[in-house]
Each structure stands twice: as structure tokens, then as C-alpha cells.
């Protein structure tokens, strides 16, 4: 027969002698409509892929996207996520030391910031593992590479998707309940919105690797997945951005009721403003945008995906750093105040050594140093000596 062959754009899975295989295009490719073909010829080696991908898979010859433009496009957009993912990842960190750093922050919303901003830095360390385990070598064959690394790689990514999904979820129920209740300041229910946040996303990939190992433990576990497999990842991950998409929408209706109630005799203009600007510091912090395309098959709009899910996606963790803690006249104030602290710490040090340095150098201080050595030497001891026995 045939043996697994990588063409470069899809992984054909080994053949008997006479056999056709049947697949669909590639997710390289914008229509998954179509479907390719090969035939395993008598002298055992793959026939061409008919119909061929120029026909298959949504662009013809004449198309001024053909593979290699296709490939250049991604490639472009590799380099814009990653680039997004950085920023995202160097703001995160640098907010965390800011939370952390002053006592002032401690405190349950913060707490919950701080876990939300972790799950979106392993968001981008696994996505950076990712390409680097399974796309580093463009020539790798991706039909015989099946190696604890990759599928770890894998893993890794995966949870990292499910806890931040969670954490989105978890912020949205502690505004819901921080608008409608008091109690959420209380240590314990942090304690269980850890235990939520981290424990779920723990056991739904628990219940995906073992699932993976015993009906579908093909490749890096990075391929097209059967319908159980799939859904044991998709499903919480749909229903988190479906409860969010409810509690903001909840959210955004009692703002908007708590506006009337404050300013009843304000204009309209100015309750429009102010619940504009609470509606888009949400939508980074409840991951709405997701909701665009949560419920439509992969291959609807897949260039818009892209840039929806993963061009903006990468810049979330960076605005929710800089609407969350860099913005915030809180952090602000506590930022100046310790900036104002160090510098005033700077100047009385350097006013010290410079007083220490000016009584050194004196003139007077000069003469004092001479007058207190020849008090101590040891000829004015001994003549001081000798004139005490003259004296007896």
C-alpha cells in the first residue's frame, strides 16, 4: 500500500493498493465545502490530488491569491499576533508587579484582575510553544511527527484557552454580583472563584488528553477532531462566552438604569457618553467580541475570524492591562506618590553627601583637624608629661 504522505498542505492517511481517499481541504484555505481525492496506484505511490487544490479549494489560477500568496498572507499574520501576544504579554507582567507591589491594590476585584491577567500571559506562552514546537521547520513532515512534545505543546495550548475563557467568565460574574450584592468582599468566595477558575479548565482537559489517548491518539492531537473529542474542548468554551454575552448585556442594562436614577435631570447626551465608555471597557474584560463568531462552523468568514479571534484577540490581554490598571486613577495616584517618595528619598541622600562632603573640605573644619592633632601628638604628651614633674 501507500504510506502516510505530507504534501505540504494536507497529511493523506496511509492507503491500501486500489484505495481512494477522500478529504477535505485544508483549513489553509477559505472554502471547506469542496473535497480532494487521491488514488493509490498499482506501483504503490500516490496519485495527484484531484481535484487539484487550484479547483478544490477556493481559488482557480488565474487568482491572485494562489498558495504562495496565501502563504505570504499568513505569514504577515503570524508576525501581527506575535506581536500582539508580546505587547500583551510585557504589559501583563508589569501590571501583576503593580498589583502586587502595593498592599494598597490587595483586594478582592484586583485578586481576581491578577488571576485573569495570568491566564492571558499562558494564552501567549503557549501559542509562542506552540509554533515553536510544531512550525519551526517548514520542512517537517507533519503526517510522522507524533512525539510527547508536541502533543504536551498541544495540551498546554489548550488548557491555556479554557482558563482564560473561564477567568472572562469569572470577572463577569463578579461585576454581576458586585452591582446587585455587598458580600463579594468576603476571603472565601475569591477562594472559590480560584477553585472555578483554575479546577474547570483542569478537569475538562483531563477528560480531553484521556480521551485523545484512547480513540483518537493520532499526529500532535493538532488535527481535525471527531465529534466527542471536539466538543469535550468546544462545548465549555461556548458556553462561558454565551453566559458572558448574557451578564453583559444584563450588565449593560443596569448601568443603564443606575445612569437614570443618578442624573434624572441630566441630558441624554451625557448618559450616552458615559455608557459608551462602560460599554467598551467591558468588551475586552467580558471577551464579547468572541461571541461573533461562537456559534457558526470554522469555515464561516475565516479571514474575518482571523482577525477577530486572533489579530484583536492577541492585543485583548494588552488593553485589559491598560484599561484595568495602567488607566486607572487609583494606580495612577499610588504610581505618582511613589515616584514623588523616591525622589524626595534621592534628594535628601544626595543633600547629605553633599553636606558631609562641604564640612570635610572647610576651611574651619580644616583647622579643627590641626588643632585636634596636635592636642593628641605626641610631643604636646610628653611636654605635658614633663611639666607635671617640673611641678612636683
Known amino acids: 500500500g501507500c504510506a502516510r504522505d505530507w504534501d505540504g498542505l494536507t497529511c493523506w492517511p496511509r492507503a491500501t493498493f486500489g484505495e481512494v481517499v477522500k478529504i477535505p481541504c485544508p483549513r489553509f484555505f477559505e472554502e471547506f465545502t469542496s473535497f480532494l481525492q487521491r488514488n493509490c496506484t498499482q506501483e504503490e505511490h500516490w496519485s495527484e490530488p484531484f481535484p487539484p487544490y487550484t479547483i478544490a479549494c477556493g481559488f482557480d489560477e488565474g487568482s491572485s491569491k494562489g498558495p504562495e500568496d496565501q502563504k505570504s498572507y499568513y505569514s504577515a499574520f503570524w508576525r501581527v499576533y506575535t506581536a500582539g501576544y508580546a505587547a500583551s504579554v510585557t504589559s501583563l507582567i508589569t501590571a501583576l508587579i503593580v498589583f502586587a507591589a502595593f498592599r494598597k491594590f490587595h483586594c478582592t476585584r484586583n485578586y481576581i484582575h491578577m488571576h485573569l ?40 495550548f489548550q488548557f491555556s484557552i479554557l482558563a482564560n475563557f473561564f477567568w472572562l467568565l469569572i470577572e463577569g460574574i463578579y461585576l454581576q454580583t ?35 489517548i484512547h480513540q483518537q491518539n493520532t499526529g500532535c492531537w493538532d488535527d481535525d477532531e471527531n465529534g466527542v473529542v471536539l466538543w469535550i474542548i468546544k462545548g465549555p468554551i461556548l458556553l462561558t462566552v ?96 511613589q515616584l514623588c517618595k523616591w525622589q524626595h528619598q534621592e534628594y535628601l541622600t544626595f543633600t547629605h553627601k553633599q553636606g558631609t562632603l562641604s564640612r570635610e573640605t572647610s576651611p574651619v573644619n580644616y583647622v579643627t583637624q590641626l588643632s585636634l592633632l596636635d592636642r593628641i601628638s605626641p610631643k604636646r604628651r610628653t611636654s605635658l608629661f614633663q611639666d607635671g614633674v617640673s611641678t612636683v
Not at 499562558?122 to 510522522?144: P, S
Not at 443606575?258 to 447626551?269: D, F
Request: with cysteine; glycine share 6%.
Open 117 to 156: 491577567f495570568v491566564s492571558f500571559i499562558l494564552r501567549a506562552v503557549a501559542v509562542f510553544t506552540k509554533d515553536a514546537v510544531l512550525f519551526a521547520d517548514e520542512t517537517m513532515d507533519h503526517c510522522l511527527m507524533s512525539t510527547v512534545a508536541c502533543k504536551a505543546a498541544v495540551a498546554f
Open 178 to 212: 458586585l452591582l446587585l450584592l455587598t458580600f463579594v468582599s468576603n476571603k472565601k468566595f475569591v477562594w472559590w472563584f480560584i477553585f472555578t477558575g483554575w479546577g474547570a479548565p483542569t478537569a475538562v482537559m483531563f477528560a480531553w488528553v484521556l480521551t485523545r
Open 242 to 337: 454565551l453566559i458572558n454575552f448574557i451578564i453583559f448585556i444584563n450588565v449593560i442594562r443596569i448601568l443603564v438604569h443606575k445612569l437614570k436614577s443618578q442624573e434624572g435631570g441630566g441630558s441624554h447626551s451625557s448618559h450616552f457618553v458615559r455608557l459608551a465608555k462602560s460599554t467598551l471597557l467591558l468588551i475586552p474584560l467580558f471577551g464579547v467580541h468572541y461571541i461573533v463568531f461562537a456559534f457558526f462552523p470554522e469555515s464561516t468568514g475565516l479571514e474575518a475570524r482571523l482577525y477577530i479571534e486572533l489579530g484583536l484577540g492577541s492585543f485583548q490581554g494588552f488593553v485589559v492591562a491598560l484599561l484595568y490598571c495602567f488607566s486607572n486613577a487609583e494606580v495612577q495616584t499610588e504610581l505618582k506618590k
